[in-house]
């Protein structure tokens, strides 16, 4: 009993949510591009590989040129060059999209970790400590807010460009052309096509997207959070990413509950003296939590229409 | 195809070696040497070698059916690490809490036991695929990191524990040991080295086993016709009297036992006991190379396997020798799944005049064809046809 009065008491506290709204950002950036991309008809199980990249080369970026805005550049167009190999592959020679989105994951845990040691010379638990990290800012006014003020508006600038792209993504998709031509690229290429819609750019662009978010996510995480890079740092969060997005069944306002759902899972144990389970058995929650919702118990998560299925121009 | 593959991967990784300052001639012997023990220039034992290479190919042989075997259903079984980990952990449990028990009875219930526990973790997925159509590529992906945390409760804090900050478990009775072909003797020496160093365990006679059985359940069984045709079209498997959705439980349980035997030899035959090195294992995402270089075959599995033990084993004297991380192991292989995925050599023979002409429909790629099957993308409708 003790242990849930412990959670709820650690629930209505600000410090928590605060903690939290961090930890779910960094699922909502990757969870977004998941959506864009799998809207527009390409799979993408890639984004924990994006983030790693875009971690690394934040890291790298930092130390050389001292600027963690040039960083966040570098590693958005790091991520977003492991999401034209995924989309060259998949769209282009329309390779089966899941073994391409596995081997992007490998080939960024391979080339990382390659690079830390070529680059500086460190063991593979090497550790390199970037130079600037990203600010955080208090929004002036909102700031003074009593609890939503700290939870919301005294934050990493991250969190508030993740907050304008959340409400971006939501628009584009569901109120824009651009958004329906995405939507009907994922779910009827043929007719999308026999429309006029050119489906190659559109899932070019969507799946390129997808890599520039993961990338800002892995800087996030690399010059925002942590201060530093660890070989593997991302340690499954563009799988849970993933899986927020099937949670929130394809939308971005899903998404987003769930990444806070399971960002307050994050901030909770770690918060763990209190309650007295294994840190480790709370952190399979997300993915079980995944599994009752794919198996129903939780109304039905569909994918769309054509997710996963090359294109090939003039073929039923 | 996969020749051209394994030698696309290796073009390019020596290109990302002369880029990155590194000498691709140095790196590649490196990985002969220690892969294969040829053209060692440091005085490796190339016995040594070739045994370590065989110690990292069997756990790759198990898992390569384990991941092989669905793709014939049209399933995609990405949880063969974490079939494998279930293994692991039922088969050191058991080894634990049975230690005292004779070899004759312990060996065989913890492999059983590993078994049985890698048929549940792929079960679950098989279930949710079959009743709800939850895609098994997302749910497999979920179990394994389950099954990851679970290890770290198991051996972090945990019931498993060997003593507080060990991240180890404590040892499995002598009687779940696999005995290893060579006499565990540091005074006899064989090849130059006293006979313990060379670690080849009877769980190599268990892999090849294994793959044979795979052979014959997919060619000789009416089971193994019902995976195929499940495979090719639902629609005309259903037709033809195949329950669909007992195939895909089936498929999966068979599959997952494959995976947790690999983890309960592991154990059984290398480690004797779970340790943080478990946490960092790929042998199940290996496996996925392993099952699509190997072209689904029970030949090509195993010799994938023999290359990919190969890599692995010879990414260690790589770095010791040539200095070059051992990582441009995982860029190879990352490669070679483009390249098997992509087919890019056929693209690009296809475009040079005079080789052929371009395709006008998409060119079916050998392995992947078998994922873009009905299977693979639509939950199946069983229910709706067959009352």
């Known amino acids: 009993m003790s242990a849930i009065t412990d959670i709820l008491q650690l629930l209505v506290t600000a410090n928590l949510w605060q903690v939290a709204m961090v930890s779910a950002v960094l699922l909502l950036l990757p969870a977004l591009g998941g959506v864009i991309s799998e809207r527009s008809g390409v799979v993408n199980i890639a984004m924990e590989g994006m983030m790693l990249t875009g971690a690394f080369f934040a890291v790298w970026a930092d130390l050389n040129w001292h600027s963690p805005w040039i960083a966040v550049l570098v590693a958005m167009i790091a991520g977003g060059l492991m999401a034209l190999i995924h989309a060259v592959v998949s769209i282009r020679f329309r390779a089966d999209q899941i073994v391409s989105g596995i081997a992007i994951n490998i080939f960024a845990a391979g080339l990382t970790v390659y690079l830390v040691r070529t680059i500086y010379g460190l063991q593979d638990v090497g550790h390199v400590v970037p130079a600037e990290a990203l600010p955080t800012w208090d929004v002036p006014l909102l700031s003074a807010i009593p609890f939503i003020g700290k939870v919301v508006f005294q934050q990493n600038v991250v969190v508030y460009i993740a907050l304008i792209v959340l409400v971006l993504v939501e628009i584009v998709l569901f109120r824009t052309r651009l958004g329906l031509r995405i939507r009907a690229v994922g779910e009827h290429p043929q007719a999308a096509d026999t429309a006029g819609l050119n489906v190659y750019v559109i899932r070019y662009g969507a799946v390129i997207t997808s890599g520039l978010l993961s990338g800002l996510a892995g800087a996030f995480l690399a010059i925002g959070v942590s201060n530093t890079f660890v070989p593997n740092m991302t340690d499954g969060r563009g799988y849970i990413a993933l899986a927020a997005m099937i949670f929130g069944k394809w939308t971005p306002r899903g998404a987003f509950v769930a990444c806070i759902i399971f960002g307050l899972g994050e901030a909770i144990y770690a918060n763990n003296s209190t309650i007295h389970v294994s840190q480790y058995l709370l952190s399979m929650l997300p993915y079980l939590i995944t599994l009752v919702v794919l198996a129903g118990l939780v109304g039905r998560s569909t994918p769309p229409a054509a997710d996963g299925i090359p294109y090939a121009a003039g073929s039923e | ?387």
């Not at chain 2, 002969?32 to 070739?50: D, F, K, R, V, Y």
């Open chain 2, 1 to 387: 195809m996969p020749f051209a593959s394994v030698l696309f991967a290796f073009v390019v990784g020596a290109i990302v070696v002369t880029v990155t300052g590194g000498n691709p001639i140095d790196a590649y012997q490196g990985l002969l040497c220690g892969g294969l023990g040829i053209a060692c220039t440091q005085g490796e034992n190339p016995a040594l070698q070739i045994a370590n290479t065989i110690v990292y190919t069997i756990p790759l042989i198990t898992t390569g059916v384990a991941v092989a075997l669905p793709f014939r259903a049209g399933l995609f079984n990405i949880g063969a690490e974490g079939q494998l980990l279930a293994g692991a952990m039922a088969c050191t449990a058991l080894g634990i809490k049975l230690h005292d028990w004779p070899a004759v009875i312990l060996l065989p219930t913890v492999l059983v036991g590993g078994m049985l526990a890698g048929a549940v973790w792929a079960g679950i997925a098989g279930v949710l695929k079959a009743t709800v159509g939850a895609h098994e590529v997302v749910t497999t992906i979920m179990l394994n990191y389950v099954a990851q945390w679970l290890l770290r409760f198991l051996i972090i804090g945990g019931p498993l524990e060997l003593a507080e900050g060990t991240s180890k478990s404590l040892p499995i009775g002598d009687g779940a040991h696999l005995a290893t072909f060579l006499p565990n003797s540091d005074t006899l020496q064989i090849f130059g080295l006293p006979a313990s160093v060379y670690r080849v365990h009877v769980g190599l006679v268990i892999a090849l086993v294994a793959v044979a059985v795979f052979a014959v359940l997919l060619w000789r069984t009416s089971l193994g016709y019902e995976i195929r045709a499940a495979g090719q079209s639902q629609k005309a498997a259903r037709y033809a009297g195949v329950s669909v959705r007992r195939t895909i439980i089936v498929t999966m349980l068979i599959a997952g036992a494959f995976s947790g035997l690999a983890g309960a030899i592991q154990i059984a035959g290398v480690d004797h006991n779970l340790t943080d090195k478990y946490f960092s294992d790929t042998t199940g995402f290996d496996a996925i190379a392993v099952a699509l270089l190997g072209l689904g075959s029970a030949v090509g599995i195993v010799l994938a396997a023999i290359l990919f033990g190969a890599l692995h084993a010879g990414g260690a004297v790589m770095q010791a020798d040539a200095g070059i991380s051992s990582s441009l192991v995982l860029v190879l292989q990352a490669l070679i799944l483009f390249s098997i995925a992509a087919n890019f050599l056929n693209a690009i023979r296809l475009r040079i005049p005079g080789l052929g002409q371009a395709p006008s429909a998409p060119a079916p790629a050998a392995v992947g064809a078998a994922l873009m099957t009905e299977a693979a993308v639509a939950p199946p409708q069983e229910g709706t046809t067959t009352t």
